[in-house]
């Protein structure tokens, strides 16, 4: 039995309508951290403010203000998810114009197990 479920935003023919547990918490923090400021109608409060930063340089120092970001949506935004937080980082990559985001976590309700979400932030 499933302890979590979200409706799966790109079902695709003879898929479920529906993903549980960790595929439901990886496509929460998809949906958070690709959501732009004010793009939710009722809940314009709810966006990782990555925008701006991804038109910065692509070095080590936007890298730690997109983590400073990334980390604080995360907070907010998805109380399933317990971030273990000396594994959480962004690395830059220059030639892709891009930053790989790297989130190592727990989820509540699914105890003594530890998940990595690995995602690409692209201009």
Known sequence: ????SDLNREPCYGEAPLVTDIEA???S??????TKKGERLFLPEFYADLENLLFEPVDDITSMRILDAV???IERWEPRVQLLYPHCEVNPL???NAYEVVLVFRVVGL???TFEYRGLLRR
């Open 29 to 34: 923090i998809d949906n958070i951290l690709s």
């Open 94 to 96: 220059p030639d892709d």
């Open 25 to 27: 918490i990886y496509q």
């Open 111 to 113: 105890e003594g197990q």
């Open 1 to 4: 039995m499933a302890v979590y």
């Open 71 to 73: 980390l604080d949506a």
